[in-house]
């Protein structure tokens, strides 16, 4: 017996119900042991079913992560050019297949195909060929310099190790590109790895799966389980080395609290409430488009989406002005549907949240200038991009994450205030600074609390292979991407080495009254690093050199 169920969150709870017809629970099916329920996958946007996942229990989780570990260590025994082929040939099926993927993503998330390509495919593409060319020497072993130990004949260096497996759980904003970036990380390093995608788009998680399988990478060494929260609860208790997650502030925590437990690491991806900050000196035009795109692209969906803007009192009408004209001329529709710039949000509980920080703004003074509803469609989960002014930090709006299409206008007078402003935040994911001053643009940048932050640039670098993703303070801990990923996903060894092992070391036993005249020496001058210093003490050790070789003698 099979339970089909809705798992997606909140998509059921849809004032429109076209989706709640189609869940329906079989009596007593509680007892069935395994794949006792599935989720029914729907388009955001029109209700249509996209397909179907399980539900995977805790068991087969458990059982997908000892695969995993079985399959790990022949993968790591590969070179990193054998890995890279795989990856490579992963790479060829995407793009053998790259619209069918672009529409599915569609299908499920609800975005414009197109942002489904540039946001979601181009990004992925790109970080596979660098991952798979790249790691190699990204992850080379290095020499650490030991200062005045290297006189003594010793040497350190740093070698990457794999982890194990890893255990990938992602939320359904970015439901390629996401996860799919760091299983090509993790795969590279040499881990195996378990995914768990969000529940709301469990097949393009599965799909992920399926290009790496016919890719050829070896069996069980990349799982994906679908299903609910519980399943990726359940990929934390089952014995993997390390989590990436990412998702909201509020999930974050529990993992962590769950893999502080098991004593594993984690890593962190979290929630956003970005600012952008527009000098008077900026390019107007760019700013605005910027500003529009960044805020309004994957329906505001995106953890670096611009979620508060602040502008210079001077140029504040114009921009203003434009903003509105540009966000008057976006064309929201179906995502698959030719020619949509914005499409349905992901769920309808998400649109509430959005709802209800809007009509919390407006409660408290605020001015829709354009948007502000779902704009008349009685279908799908829409909301119109708006643009809000006469906010102030009191509002829902200005301080939690809205993760929709909305932006808040808020101006400011000096650079401070900008600065001031754009901190006054539990977040700190990325932030953008527009002046043509690009010193001035720098200078703001690093008082910024943002794990990044642009100047002229708004959202993209998540699609920049080779830098850094991570937040600060709320946002979340540690990095995916870049090299400083790359790092996350192995154990650093530290390897050193003694040429010189017949003189033995001073420090071992037996200590003498000598020895401790020698130590005190140490203490003085062996540890301002300064040789010169260190060599006043040759007398002391050959002394207690000698001393030694006495000992040793009788
Ligand atoms: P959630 O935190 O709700 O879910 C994220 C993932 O965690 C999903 O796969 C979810 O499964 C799973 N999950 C839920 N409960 C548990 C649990 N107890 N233990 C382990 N895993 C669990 O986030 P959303 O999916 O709603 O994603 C939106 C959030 O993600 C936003 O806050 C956004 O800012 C953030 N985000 C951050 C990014 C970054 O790089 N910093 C990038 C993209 C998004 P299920 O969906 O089945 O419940």
């Avoid at 709802?355 to 829709?368: M, Q």
Wanted: net charge positive.
């Amino acid at each position: 017996m099979i339970i089909c169920r809705n798992l997606a969150k909140a998509r059921h709870d849809d004032a429109e119900n076209f989706m709640a017809t189609q869940i329906h629970e079989a009596a007593g099916a509680r007892e069935q042991a395994t794949h006792m329920a599935e989720i029914i996958s729907y388009d955001p946007a029109t209700g249509a079913e996209v397909g179907r996942a399980p539900v995977a229990t805790a068991g087969e989780v458990a059982r997908a992560v000892e695969r995993a570990r079985a399959a790990q260590a022949a993968w790591a025994a590969l070179s990193y050019a054998e890995r890279g082929h795989v990856v490579l040939r992963a790479r060829a099926r995407v793009l053998d297949e790259m619209d069918a993927i672009a529409n599915l993503i569609s299908r499920e998330s609800g975005k414009p195909v197109a942002e489904a390509l540039m946001m979601e495919l181009v990004p992925t593409l790109d970080l596979m060929q660098f991952f798979a060319r790249r790691t190699a020497r990204l992850l080379k072993a290095e020499q650490i310099n030991i200062g005045q130990y290297a006189l003594m004949g010793r040497s350190s260096r740093i070698v990457y190790k794999p982890l194990g497996v890893v255990g990938i759980i992602s939320p359904w904003n970015f439901p390629w590109a996401i996860p799919l970036g760091e299983v090509v990380m993790a795969l590279m390093a040499g881990n195996a790895v378990v995914l768990k995608p969000s529940e709301l788009t469990p097949l393009v998680g599965l799909k992920i799966g399926e290009v790496f399988q016919s890719a050829g990478l070896p069996d069980g060494l990349l799982a994906v389980v679908t299903g609910e929260g519980a399943t990726g609860a359940a990929l934390v208790e089952a014995g993997v080395d390390k989590i990436m997650f990412t998702g909201s502030v509020a999930t974050g925590r529990r993992v962590a609290e769950a893999a502080a437990r098991k004593l594993i690491p984690c890593v962190l991806e979290l929630g956003g409430k970005d600012p952008m900050i527009v000098f008077e000196d900026a390019n107007l035009e760019a700013a605005a488009q910027a500003a529009v795109w960044g805020a309004f692209a994957n329906a505001g969906q995106a953890c670096a989406s611009v979620e508060r803007c602040y502008v210079h009192e001077r140029i504040a009408e114009e921009f203003t002005a434009r903003v509105v004209e540009l966000t008057r001329t976006l064309k929201q529709d179906v995502g698959t549907r030719e020619g949509a710039d914005i499409g349905a949000m992901s769920s309808a509980r998400q649109r509430e949240v959005v709802e209800s920080h809007v009509r919390d703004a407006l409660g408290r003074g605020a001015r829709v200038l354009v948007g502000g509803g779902r704009g008349g469609r009685e279908k799908g989960s829409f909301h119109e991009p708006t643009v809000v002014d006469k906010v102030d930090h009191s509002m829902v709006l200005m301080r939690e994450e809205t993760f929709g299409p909305v932006l808040p206008l808020m101006t400011f007078r000096t650079e401070e205030e900008a600065i001031a402003r754009a901190n006054d935040s539990p977040y700190g994911l990325t932030a953008s600074v527009w002046t043509r001053d690009i010193r001035r643009g720098e200078r703001v940048a690093e008082r910024l609390e943002a794990g990044t932050v642009m100047v002229n640039e708004v959202l993209y670098t998540h699609g920049i292979a080779q830098t850094p993703w991570g937040g600060v303070k709320s946002s979340g801990i540690g990095r995916t991407h870049g090299r400083q990923g790359l790092l996350e996903l192995v154990s650093a060894r530290h390897i050193h080495v003694n040429r010189l092992a017949r003189l033995h070391d001073l420090w071992w036993f037996n200590y003498t009254p000598r020895a401790a005249e020698l130590f005190r020496g140490f203490a003085r001058r062996f540890t301002t690093g300064s040789p010169l210093q260190t060599s006043l003490l040759l007398p002391r050790m050959l002394r207690r050199f000698s001393e030694r070789r006495g000992k040793k003698r009788h």
